[in-house]
C-alpha cells in the first residue's frame, strides 16, 4: 500500500509524470515552477529518459512536437509569461493533433508581472493565444494530490483526443507542500499505431504537418477537430460540488481559491443561510450541465477568482438570465483572505439580496 509523502505541488507534478510513462521532457527555467525541470533533470536521467533545458521556452515545445510526433509521451512546464511565447506552437500542435501535457504554474502578469500568486491565464489556457480555431484541454487541480492525480488525466485526455492538454495551477499550490500519495495510474494506455512516425518500411509514409494550401482540405480538418471537441464537451466535464444540493447561494471559484471557498459554506451555513461551493476540475471543457442545471435553484452565484473576473464569461454564458451574478476578484498578491471575503459577500447580500434569500 502507498504511504503518503510531504510533496511540493511541482514536485508532485514531476514524479506523477515519471509515473505514468512521460518519456521527454523539455522546459526552461522559471519562477514559481523550476522544481518540476529541477527534479526530472535528474531522475529522468537515471531511467535513461530525454530531458532537455533548453534554450528558451520555444525552442522547448517545438521539441515537445517533434517528440510527441514519434509516439512519445511528452510533457513541457512553464509559467505565464513564457507559456505566451509557446501559443504559435501550441496552435500547430492543435492543427497537428498531438497529445502534449503542458504544465502552467502561474504568476502575476500582464507582461513580466512578478511572482506573486495569481489566476490570471484562465483566459489563455481555455481560449488561447495561437491563431485560428482550435481548443486545448485544460484541467485545474486544487490539492497536492490532484496534482498528481490530474497529471495522470492529462497525459490520458491528452493521448485519447490527440490534443495539447494544460495543467493550471497556480504558484501557490506549486509551491506548497501537503500530504499525498502517488497511486498508480489508473489509465488505460492509447493506442497510437495508427498515427505515429517510427519509419514506413511495411505501410505507406505519412506526414504530421499543418500547413494545408488546399482549403477544402483545411476546412474538412478544422470540422473534424471540432467534432473532437464536441465529444470532449459531451463526454469530459468535470466538476466538485460541494454543499450544492440545498444551496440558495453558490459560490464558484478554481483552483486553490475553491479550498477557502469550502470554509465561507460551512461559515454561512452556521448563520443559516444556505451556500454551496461549485468548482470545475475542468476549465475546458466547462462544466456548464451541472451549472446550469444549478442555476435553475439558487437565486445567487458569487464568483470568486484572483484575476478580474476571467471565469465569470463562462459563468455567465452558462446561468444566462436563470439567476443573479456577483463577483468578487483581486488580480494579483496575497491570497483572498477568509475574512475579506466574508466583508465582501456580506455587502453583496447586505446590498441586493437580503430580502430574497
Known sequence: MNQKELLKGNIAIAKAAI???????????????????????N????????YVCAESEIAAINMCIGASSSGAKTMTSSSSCAVSLMQEAISYACS?????????VMRAGPGQGYIYPSQGDYDQSTIGGGNGDYRIICLSPSTVQECIDMTYKAFYLAQKYKNPTILLLDGLLGQMAEPAIINDNPYEEIDNSSWVLKGAKNRPSRQINSLEPNQTKLNSHIFKMFEKYKQLEENEQ?????MCDDADIIICAFGSLARCAKDLCSYYRQKGIKMGLFR???LYPFPNKKLEELSLRAKLFIDIEMNMGQMLRDVRLTISHNAKISFIGKPVGDWLKKEELIDAIDKILKENYATSL
Open 280 to 282: 470545475p476540475k475542468t
Open 96 to 104: 497537428d493533433e498531438l497529445p502534449i501535457v503542458i504544465v502552467n
Open 238 to 242: 468535470d466538476y466538485e460540488d460541494f
Open 19 to 41: 509515473n505514468c510513462g512521460c518519456k521527454c521532457y523539455f522546459g526552461y527555467p522559471i519562477t514559481p515552477q523550476t522544481e518540476i525541470g529541477e527534479y526530472l533533470s
Open 43 to 50: 531522475e529522468m536521467e537515471k531511467r535513461n529518459l530525454a
